[in-house]
């Protein structure tokens, strides 16, 4: 701007002098021509005078100066001409300022030389024999003049020049002062000049709605970061050059990144091809979905292509995690078939024995055997379904009535009622602790610790023992199930609480269990929002510990 007003007044200033130079010049060029024309017509009245008077007589002493007299007769032929011999002048009756001296009395007339520098000025006037004298008289043109006083218009200006350009840079640092002082962000709070206050009315007004526009999008924004924060899908905002816009926190888990990532291609945190060709996709079909493993986890991605107003303006990611689904969903698989397979089992056995009874091919002798044979399938297959509702009413989350139970009376109960199994196995079950009370469902708790002192039982050693420890730790009862028997290798620990999941398979059949007796006491144990754990050496025994 202060460049714009410098030149401005810079070239305003040369325009004017410009001009200036040119008007004065022209002036002075026309005031001294006429009074170079006077002067002529008055030289003019006193020759025509004494040429009347005297005729050739008054020329012939007329010395050759300034001045050429010129004395033509009345067909154009010279007479007498004061710097030439009038016998070898061609005639001049074709010329302009004797045409009209002979027919007006006076004439004039000018003429430039073939370059332009020099005019000459030609007045005529009839005499009273009809004849016409003529004075001339050469001059320099205004270029000349121009070119005359070429040094000192250069001088003037140069000063003038140099004087406009000092004023110019004062005067646009005088004008653009105070408009450097403005103070934008407080428009009306300005003095200065009154010419731009409907601009700074229009600058506050602009501002109050620019505020209010960016406190609107600052509080979307932070409404999207505290959505995005807290989310437990992964979410990523990619532009239409794959570039990350942003990404919350369980994206950055999931791909391994930091915040650093941002404003980058997002093949810098994720370089699968797969993944990479989902996003392509999505962008030109619209949709695309991937699942991906990381880390032993599942994820569903959905990516959706972004548009505005027809045009693609980037891609939204969405990364759900299904371990859990797609865990749930091979148990439900597998427990299908196992459930499938335990039931056809005992069942095929039954029908054996009784299709074998039926055709007769019994002996009597052999008939109770196997009786004997259908009522122990019989009796598993009514275990196996007795336990498949148990699981089925704490997976459904059935209401069970909680109260406070003692857990030191439970586990003597637990102990008890498997006394003739340990001494079938030759195991010693012993029950050690503190009455503690703990609020929970009692059937439960027995279930639990029936089965914990049941698989310790069947899985130990001839000679065995086991040790079940009832305590207080802060506010949570404790009961630990210590065995001495055979222990369970560290890759099958993971599995051994999943439905019908056995480490020995051929053991697991001889005890007659279903497979589904830990399975029952993880889930009992979630349901009273308990904790278990596990530790277990090979050969040297388990200890299983649960929290409530």
Same mark, same amino acid.
């Given at each position: 701007?202060?460049?714009?007003?410098?030149?401005?007044?810079?070239?305003?200033?040369?325009?004017?002098?410009?001009?200036?130079?040119?008007?004065?010049?022209?002036?002075?060029?026309?005031?001294?021509?006429?009074?170079?024309?006077?002067?002529?017509?008055?030289?003019?009245?006193?020759?025509?005078?004494?040429?009347?008077?005297?005729?050739?007589?008054?020329?012939?002493?007329?010395?050759?100066?300034?001045? +050429?007299?010129?004395?033509?007769?009345?067909?154009?032929?010279?007479?007498?001409?004061? %710097?030439?011999?009038?016998?070898?002048?061609?005639?001049?009756?074709?010329?302009?300022? /004797? +045409?009209?001296?002979?027919? &007006?009395?006076?004439?004039?007339?000018?003429?430039?030389?073939?370059?332009?520098?020099?005019?000459?000025?030609?007045?005529?006037? $009839?005499?009273?024999?009809?004849?016409?004298?003529?004075?001339?008289?050469?001059?320099?043109?205004?270029?000349?003049?121009?070119?005359?006083?070429?040094?000192?218009?250069?001088?003037?200006?140069?000063?003038?020049?140099?004087?406009?350009?000092?004023?110019?840079?004062?005067?646009?640092?005088?004008?653009?002062?105070?408009? &450097?002082?403005?103070?934008?962000?407080?428009?009306?709070?300005?003095?200065?000049?009154?010419?731009?206050?409907?601009?700074?009315?229009?600058?506050?007004?602009?501002?109050?709605?620019?505020?209010?526009?960016?406190?609107?999008?600052?509080?979307?924004?932070?409404?999207?970061?505290?959505?995005?924060?807290?989310?437990?899908?992964?979410?990523?905002?990619?532009?239409?050059?794959?570039?990350?816009?942003?990404?919350?926190?369980?994206?950055?888990?999931?791909?391994?990144?930091?915040?650093? =990532?941002?404003?980058?291609?997002?093949?810098?945190?994720?370089?699968?091809?797969?993944?990479? $060709?989902?996003?392509?996709?999505?962008? %030109?079909?619209?949709?695309?979905?991937?699942?991906?493993?990381?880390?032993?986890?599942?994820?569903?991605?959905?990516?959706?292509?972004?548009?505005? &107003?027809?045009?693609?303006?980037?891609?939204?990611?969405?990364?759900?995690?299904?371990?859990?689904?797609? =865990?749930?969903? +091979?148990?439900?698989?597998?427990?299908?078939? &196992?459930?499938?397979?335990?039931?056809?089992?005992?069942?095929?056995?039954?029908?054996?024995?009784?299709?074998?009874?039926?055709?007769?091919?019994?002996?009597?002798?052999?008939?109770?055997?196997?009786?004997?044979? /259908?009522?122990?399938?019989?009796?598993?297959?009514?275990?196996?379904?007795?336990?498949?509702?148990? %699981?089925?009413?704490?997976?459904?989350?059935?209401?069970?009535?909680?109260?406070?139970?003692?857990?030191?009376?439970?586990?003597?109960?637990?102990?008890?009622?498997?006394?003739?199994?340990?001494?079938?196995?030759?195991?010693?079950?012993?029950?050690?602790?503190?009455?503690?009370?703990?609020?929970?469902?009692?059937?439960?708790?027995?279930?639990? %610790?029936?089965?914990? =002192?049941?698989?310790?039982?069947?899985?130990?050693?001839?000679?065995?023992?086991?040790?079940?420890?009832?305590? $207080?730790?802060?506010?949570?009862?404790?009961?630990?199930?210590?065995?001495?028997?055979?222990?369970?290798?560290?890759?099958?620990?993971?599995?051994?609480?999943?439905?019908?999941?056995?480490?020995?398979?051929?053991?697991?059949?001889?005890?007659?269990?279903?497979?589904?007796?830990?399975? /029952?006491?993880?889930?009992?144990?979630?349901?009273?929002?308990?904790?278990?754990?596990?530790?277990?050496?090979?050969?040297?025994?388990?200890?299983?510990?649960?929290?409530?």
């Amino acid at each position: 701007m202060t460049k714009k007003i410098f030149w401005s007044i810079m070239i305003a200033a040369g325009t004017v002098l410009a001009a200036s130079l040119i008007v004065i010049m022209g002036c002075l060029y026309s005031y001294f021509s006429d009074v170079q024309g006077k002067q002529l017509e008055d030289e003019l009245s006193l020759a025509v005078a004494a040429v009347e008077r005297n005729g050739k007589e008054y020329l012939e002493k007329v010395q050759p100066g300034q001045y +050429r007299l010129t004395w033509v007769a009345g067909n154009g032929e010279v007479l007498y001409d004061t %710097l030439s011999h009038g016998e070898s002048m061609e005639n001049h009756g074709d010329r302009l300022e /004797i +045409r009209e001296a002979l027919l &007006n009395r006076a004439g004039k007339s000018s003429r430039y030389s073939t370059t332009l520098l020099e005019r000459t000025l030609y007045y005529a006037q $009839r005499l009273e024999d009809g004849s016409v004298l003529r004075i001339s008289v050469s001059g320099a043109t205004v270029w000349v003049l121009v070119l005359g006083m070429i040094q000192p218009i250069l001088i003037v200006l140069f000063i003038a020049l140099i004087l406009s350009g000092v004023l110019a840079g004062r005067i646009s640092q005088h004008i653009m002062e105070p408009l &450097n002082r403005l103070d934008l962000e407080k428009p009306l709070e300005n003095d200065t000049y009154e010419e731009i206050a409907p601009l700074l009315n229009r600058i506050n007004k602009q501002h109050k709605q620019i505020a209010m526009q960016v406190s609107e999008l600052q509080k979307k924004s932070d409404e999207f970061a505290q959505i995005t924060q807290g989310m437990m899908e992964g979410l990523v905002l990619l532009n239409e050059k794959n570039i990350i816009i942003s990404i919350n926190p369980a994206a950055l888990k999931l791909f391994h990144a930091d915040d650093s =990532c941002k404003g980058k291609d997002f093949l810098t945190i994720e370089r699968s091809h797969a993944v990479s $060709r989902a996003i392509h996709d999505a962008f %030109l079909k619209g949709h695309n979905e991937i699942r991906l493993e990381r880390v032993g986890k599942e994820y569903q991605i959905h990516i959706n292509r972004i548009e505005s &107003n027809g045009s693609l303006i980037g891609a939204v990611i969405l990364a759900f995690d299904i371990t859990e689904a797609a =865990c749930a969903e +091979r148990i439900r698989r597998e427990f299908t078939a &196992n459930v499938s397979h335990e039931l056809k089992t005992p069942l095929q056995s039954i029908m054996g024995s009784a299709e074998l009874i039926e055709n007769g091919l019994v002996k009597p002798e052999d008939m109770p055997r196997f009786v004997g044979h /259908i009522r122990t399938e019989a009796e598993r297959l009514v275990t196996l379904i007795e336990d498949i509702i148990r %699981l089925s009413r704490l997976d459904e989350g059935s209401e069970m009535p909680f109260e406070n139970v003692d857990l030191y009376e439970v586990a003597a109960e637990a102990a008890a009622e498997l006394e003739d199994t340990a001494a079938a196995a030759n195991v010693k079950v012993t029950v050690a602790g503190e009455k503690v009370n703990v609020k929970g469902v009692r059937q439960l708790l027995a279930e639990t %610790l029936y089965n914990l =002192c049941d698989n310790a039982i069947k899985y130990n050693k001839d000679g065995g023992t086991v040790e079940v420890i009832v305590s $207080r730790q802060e506010d949570h009862g404790v009961v630990t199930v210590k065995d001495s028997g055979i222990g369970i290798s560290p890759e099958y620990q993971a599995r051994v609480f999943e439905r019908f999941y056995r480490v020995d398979k051929s053991r697991s059949k001889e005890s007659g269990g279903t497979g589904l007796g830990l399975s /029952i006491v993880k889930h009992a144990v979630q349901y009273m929002n308990g904790k278990i754990d596990l530790r277990s050496t090979p050969g040297e025994g388990t200890e299983i510990q649960i929290s409530i």
